[in-house]
């Protein structure tokens, strides 16, 4: 079963326009939901984070839309740039306690054209 | 600088050997986790550990094992009996109960030849 969903599997966009990555989550218990950005041959950084408390979460170029009622949440990246080309992964977790494991979507490959 | 160290970069395996990926923080963090990266599959959780001595499976166990014998250090095992080795797997650590960022290591490609 697959708990968080990320879609489109691929994107490319021009060199100032604007990227958009969306995912949606079943486990209405998940409270945490961060993105990260994965450059070829490299670990993941994380790139920016969420919790249900708030509809929006702004940080330079890269905002998260939440939908608690939807279950979903997106990534927009503002005047996107060649060097914003990498993987993207949505994720979630469950706090309470000491279990932080995330789950991960199975990513975006975002390309920009310059 | 403070970080994950995983080791070795890149590994190659015969079939029906076991090997070692080494993971090392330095964050002061209680928790470690163990990744499996396969192409257009994303992360999938292999094993994880909150305390020293203890460590539980995650959704991806079979043919691998762990130890967490200091805070500082995660090996993972990938043993003879895990049928499809080869991968990308990615170490990571994060505070027990102080927050759930996760921080991941450089990872280590696994190759079985």
């Known amino acids: 079963q697959q708990q968080v969903k990320q879609s489109p599997q691929s994107l490319i966009v021009q060199k100032g326009g604007i990227s958009i990555i969306n995912c949606a989550y079943e486990?209405?218990?998940?409270?945490?939901f961060p993105w990260y950005q994965q450059f070829p041959g490299k670990g993941p950084a994380l790139l920016i984070a969420i919790r249900p408390d708030v509809s929006e979460k702004k940080e330079g170029r890269f905002t998260i839309s939440f939908n608690k009622s939807a279950k979903q949440f997106s990534l927009h990246i503002m005047d996107s740039q060649p060097g914003d080309s990498a993987t993207y992964f949505c994720?979630?977790?469950?706090?309470?306690?000491?279990?932080?494991?995330?789950?991960f979507g199975k990513g975006t490959l975002l390309t920009v054209n310059p | 600088d403070g970080g994950i160290t995983q080791s070795p970069k890149y590994l190659f395996r015969k079939e029906g050997q076991n090997v070692t990926l080494s993971c090392e923080q330095n964050?002061?963090?209680?928790?470690m986790y163990w990744y499996r990266q396969d192409p257009g599959q994303g992360l999938r959780l292999i094993y994880y550990s909150q305390i020293v001595n203890d460590f539980q499976k995650g959704d991806i166990a079979e043919g691998y094992s762990v130890s967490r014998e200091k805070k500082e250090s995660f090996p993972l095992t990938v043993t003879s009996a895990q049928k499809n080795p080869t991968a990308f797997y990615l170490c990571?650590?994060?505070?027990?109960?102080?927050?759930?960022?996760?921080?991941f290591g450089q990872g280590t490609r696994l190759t079985v030849v």
């Open positions: 990571a650590s994060s505070m027990r109960g102080g927050g759930p960022e996760a921080f």
């Open positions: 994720a979630a977790s469950k706090g309470g306690g000491s279990n932080y494991k995330l789950t």
């Open positions: 964050l002061n963090h209680d928790a």
């Open positions: 486990n209405t218990a998940f409270d945490y």
